[in-house]
């Protein structure tokens, strides 16, 4: 039985023009992929980013407009719209966003029944090592709220030590919608200590959340059926709560040996059953122990092995993992890669266990400056 026949054709283009007064930027990435079988029906194209970029060089104003992604403002996500930014003196900026959600890269450009738009304040070192910023954000959906949500991020930077910390409060369910700590600390004998402590709904909280399982194909169709305080309601059920919590250390033994070590917890929560929709069991309590020893340059100059042991107590599952990986300069140009892991998979009804194998090795070749060379077997 052949599952699969396909082409898969990848292109990612950028363009850059740097004037007296502006600097301007294109890119587009995107694919086609081309299904042999079923005479292409499942033929798909995907556009990942398509935007124009402008600056000025004096930094009076930027300006993005077309497909993009924003890591700040907490926009959720790819959308299709207009990113504008203004300076407020040397340390404050502001900038405004507006447009259309888009849930897949295969997405069209005509949904624009779901739209948002948020301004976000950012502050560039207004204290010695730190950088913040704030933000609003109204996103709204068949002539209802979405998500209305404001927040903000604070980080800080020094040689030894770094702080991010993000929240996300939605003021129209009165939830909280993302609270995240990430700190990372290395002492003077060079120990590094990181945590990172995450706490988010799952997916984000909206109300586009309550169409989860339903037969109605938008808000404006579930309106039939339901008020717009039952839909509000409709979302909180079918919107789990995800909590991870992560504590590592990693230390040098010698110049050429490493180890690192951390824990892990995660837990995904039940979610609630109502509007005809079963309610669904979360993940339980999950912990997660993981150690690695790391070598760089054991036999030549510029090879790297990685030796590791991971054990996950799951509620339901016991899973061993033994993972072995390394990078080894044969000449000035190859660079061959083995990898190996092995993981034995234990059910806690003792019903099923399972050892699963995967054994691979990729090969790097550096043709010329412009030209590389990449080839992966493997197998499981």
């Not at 054994?359 to 990449?374: A, D, F, I, M, V």
Request: hydrophobic letters at 35%; aromatic letters at 12%.
């Amino acid at each position: 039985t052949v599952s699969q026949s396909s082409l898969d054709s990848n292109m990612d283009i950028t363009s850059r023009l740097r004037c007296d007064d502006y600097n301007l930027r294109t890119r587009f990435t995107g694919c086609y992929l081309h299904d042999f079988l079923d005479e292409g029906v499942n033929s798909e194209t995907t556009v990942s980013s398509m935007y124009f970029d402008v600056q000025d060089i004096k930094r009076i104003l930027s300006m993005r407009i077309g497909r993009q992604s924003r890591s700040s403002g907490w926009v959720l996500g790819r959308f299709d719209g207009l990113l504008l930014g203004f300076p407020l003196g040397n340390k404050f900026s502001v900038s405004a966003v507006g447009g259309f959600p888009v849930a897949s890269s295969t997405d069209g450009f005509d949904d624009t029944n779901r739209y948002f738009y948020g301004l976000t304040l950012e502050s560039e070192g207004f204290a010695r090592g730190w950088d913040a910023n704030a933000f609003v954000i109204e996103q709204r959906v068949d002539g209802v709220t979405d998500r209305r949500a404001i927040g903000g991020e604070l980080r800080y930077f020094d040689p030894t030590r770094s702080f991010f910390s993000l929240v996300d409060y939605d003021i129209y369910f009165n939830e909280l919608n993302i609270w995240q700590v990430l700190g990372n600390w290395t002492f003077p004998d060079k120990t590094t200590v990181n945590l990172v402590a995450d706490y988010r709904k799952c997916p984000i909280l909206t109300t586009t959340n309550s169409l989860v399982g339903q037969v109605a194909d938008s808000i404006y169709d579930l309106q039939d059926s339901f008020y717009n305080s039952e839909i509000r309601d409709l979302a909180r059920d079918r919107t789990a709560t995800s909590k991870l919590a992560t504590l590592g250390i990693s230390r040098p033994m010698s110049e050429k040996l490493q180890i690192s070590g951390d824990v892990t917890v995660l837990n995904l929560s039940d979610t609630e059953g109502s509007g005809g929709i079963e309610a669904t069991l979360g993940s339980g309590t999950d912990y997660i122990y993981n150690v690695q020893l790391i070598g760089s340059n054991l036999i030549k100059q510029g090879d790297i092995t990685i030796f590791g042991l991971r054990y996950a107590d799951g509620d339901d599952t016991d899973i061993y993992s033994l993972n072995f990986n390394t990078r080894y300069p044969v000449t000035r140009n190859l660079r061959i890669n083995p990898r190996f892991r092995m993981d034995y998979r234990k059910d806690r009804d003792d019903s099923t266990d399972q050892m699963i194998y995967r054994p691979s090795l990729r090969l790097n070749y550096q043709l010329k400056r412009r030209w590389r060379l990449e080839a992966e077997i493997g197998g499981e």
